[in-house]
Nanobody, 119 residues
């Protein structure tokens, strides 16, 4: 059974940092592009960041560029999202996802972890 399980969310103040983790199981994800998405109440889900299977390529939404860093440890089948200088507008449920091919939508999704940033 393929599973993506996020952790590391919480309640923090503006300017603080958090590191989210996404642990994958059930298959090998080392060749998959992995992404982080977020959804705030009443808003559409939006792309946050993605990383290639090797980790050599990373992609970021403009709203988080320079503050967030995505990384992965394929030996641990885990993807991370380091979030610095958090802002209240970063508050959302953050989910990770795995994409087997760039020609396909993301195939697997986690349940998400809540991040709340107070001002």
């Amino acid at each position: 059974q393929v599973q993506l399980v996020e952790s590391g969310g919480g309640l923090v103040q503006a300017g603080d940092s958090l590191r989210l983790s996404c642990a994958a199981s059930g298959r090998t994800f080392s060749t998959d592009r992995m992404g982080w998405f977020r959804q705030a109440p009443g808003k559409e889900r939006e792309f946050v960041a993605a990383i290639s299977g090797s980790g050599s390529m990373t992609y970021y939404a403009n709203s988080v560029k320079g503050r967030f860093t995505i990384s992965r440890d394929n030996a641990k089948n885990t993807v991370y999202l380091q979030m610095n200088s958090l802002k209240p507008e970063d508050s959302a449920v953050y989910s990770c996802a795995a994409q087997r091919s760039q020609l396909r939508p993301y195939d697997y999704w986690g349940q998400g972890t809540q991040v709340t940033v107070t001002s």
